[in-house]
């Protein structure tokens, strides 16, 4: 039986990946050897579910239409640079995802929503005989990954300079489950179904 490669995610509007696509072209500038990731492909990993057999896919949805029936849309903020694992070694180049109070015709606070969305679904999907992930839940933007240490110094001083900037801020009305075709060229990413805040089912108990 053919198997999807799949995860839970947080997708991003149009300005918030131009500004991200602003931030990649200056840190490209010391011609360093990193991976950049497509700027429509950057989004914020909720669960990463690896390969799962179609048969499946009713329960993970089900999960995640649980995960975010109770929250509210919520403001969600990019700024604030950074590298995993140190600034000095360089792998993985992100920027921060911050939760923040929505200023619209209603203010809603949005502080630890992605977290609480995140626990949902490791509670929820363990039911459904998912793995619980170890790793704490760090909410980022993933912008590149840094495969040699070909021109490190100059990249570092690009990070550094860069680290205030901001990518601006949307408000999060829904969380997608995707799926991943990786391809010669690059993954390819599409929505499988879409969960919208305040709203959901339940996943079947055995």
């Not at 990463?48 to 329960?59: E, T």
């Not at 680290?163 to 995707?178: L, T």
């Not at 060229?185 to 709203?199: D, P, T």
């Amino acid at each position: 039986m053919e198997k999807i490669r799949t995860f839970i995610a947080v997708r991003l509007d149009g300005q918030i990946r131009s500004k991200l696509a602003s931030i990649q072209d200056e840190l490209k500038k010391p011609q360093a050897d990193v991976k950049w990731v497509s700027p429509e492909n950057i989004h914020i990993t909720l669960k990463f579910l690896g390969y799962i057999l179609g048969s499946q896919l009713k329960d993970i949805f089900k999960a995640t239409d649980e995960s975010v029936k109770e929250i509210r849309p919520f403001a969600l903020s990019f700024s604030g640079l950074g590298v995993f694992p140190k600034l000095q070694n360089p792998r993985v180049i992100w920027v921060g995802a911050n939760e923040d109070e929505w200023k619209g015709k209603e203010k809603r606070e949005g502080k630890g929503n992605l977290s609480r969305i995140s626990r949902n679904l490791e509670e929820i999907l363990s039911r459904c005989g998912f793995k619980r992930e170890e790793r704490q839940f760090h909410p980022h933007l993933t912008l590149g990954r840094v495969k040699s240490p070909k021109n490190r110094d100059s990249l570092i001083k690009a990070i550094e300079s860069e680290k205030d900037r901001s990518a601006g801020s949307m408000e999060v009305k829904e969380v997608a489950v995707m799926q991943s075709l990786l391809k010669p060229e690059g993954a390819e990413y599409s929505a499988l179904h879409v969960s919208r805040l305040r709203k959901g089912g339940d996943c079947p108990r055995n």
